[in-house]
């Protein structure tokens, strides 16, 4: 009772942070001025936005269905798109940085598509990484980038610099691993303590992991061409993601080269490890002061995390419908979604 009591006071803490910091940004910009940009806003460039959006979540999707194809389970693209827009209902509502909707996506499959669960894992373990390598990857030339020009002292910190650089290190060094056979999650697990790893639930936990790992590491080995592929989906994706800000950018009146979009966004993806909900309050407060820095008011920075806030709500929205439907569906047919 005390756990749940402390989780619960945790979630409605982080809640109130990012409320008490989105009132306090607001307070600073007259609302006239958010009227006036969005005025300028016409219907075909929100429309041209939202079909560059609907392309990134498509691509996206594609890079797992093609994951999934290597690993032999050919599941239809229609359903791997409603699982990862589950999967980012869950991360996006959920504190903390973007994470919690993976054990969705695999339980999903195991149990929807009959996705053995080690494989299931390893294909979501081999998505996510190929995600957090070029995030990272994004996050570290752009935080370089920032540190040249000089915009944004609060961003340039050594420390902050070198812990991204670290990070991304991490899913490279991994994968890196992979490709060489290695398995470094079974390892680790393998020199727990006896007293440890003779618990039942722990000896589960790494027969689990070491078939998932084996089959992430072999999935890497013998089929390079689809690794390949599904690194090009990454970084095309991105290229749109990056268009797509711009375009955003300037049509709230804010012409900048690409090399300034990439500070601001680098900013608002900062934001989005923030500990609170879809980055409430933090993802304002970053894109004021990003284009503070680039000599544009405050009400056009927030204007721009007004929209981009929009449509992730919408995205969101439409994510947490589709747990809803999955979840009835698992009701109404029980026998045959817990077959694996």
């Known amino acids: ?92 509502f959920t504190p903390g940085p973007q994470f919690g909707g993976e054990p969705l996506q695999v339980a999903l499959l195991s149990r929807r598509q009959r996705v053995p669960a080690a494989n299931a894992t390893a294909s979501v373990a081999l998505d996510k990484l190929l995600e957090l390598a070029v995030n990272l990857g994004f996050l570290a030339s752009g935080l370089a980038l920032i540190l040249s020009l000089g915009l944004i002292s609060e961003l340039t910190q050594p420390h902050l610099i070198g812990l991204v650089l670290v990070l991304l290190a991490l899913p490279v060094g991994y994968l890196a691993l992979l490709f060489l056979g290695r398995q470094p999650l079974s390892a680790g697990l393998a020199r727990l303590p006896q007293r440890f790893a003779a618990a039942a639930p ?38 749109l993601m990056i268009l797509e800000f711009w375009l955003t950018m300037v049509f709230l009146g ?40 680039l000599g544009f008011p405050p009400a056009a920075g927030f204007s721009l995390a007004l929209l981009i806030r929009g449509r992730d709500l919408l995205v969101g929205l439409i994510g947490l419908i589709a747990v809803g439907q999955f979840a009835s569906g698992r009701r109404k047919q029980p026998a045959e979604d817990l077959m694996v």
């Not at 000896?203 to 690794?227: D, H, I, M, N, W």
């Open 1 to 92: 009772m005390r756990r749940r009591i402390s989780w619960s006071h945790l979630g409605w803490l982080v809640w109130i942070i990012g409320l008490t910091l989105l009132v306090w940004v607001l307070r600073r910009i007259p609302l006239a001025d958010i009227h006036t940009i969005f005025s300028g806003l016409h219907v075909e460039q929100l429309g041209l936005l939202a079909g560059l959006n609907a392309a990134i979540l498509g691509l996206f999707a594609v890079r797992w269905w093609l994951l999934l194809r290597g690993l032999d389970h050919p599941v239809p693209f229609s359903a791997v798109l409603g699982y990862r827009l589950a999967a980012f209902g869950i991360n996006y």
């Open 202 to 239: 722990i000896q589960k936990l790494v027969t689990f992991v070491y078939a998932s790992e084996g089959r992430v590491s072999a999935f890497c080995r013998a089929k390079p061409q689809v690794f390949l592929q599904a690194s090009l989906l990454s970084l095309l994706g991105w290229l």
């Open 254 to 293: 804010m012409p900048v080269p690409l090399l300034h979009t990439f500070v601001v966004m680098t900013a608002a993806r900062l934001a989005f490890l923030a500990p609170t909900p879809g980055g409430l309050g933090a993802l304002e407060a970053a894109l004021v002061l990003a284009v503070a820095a």
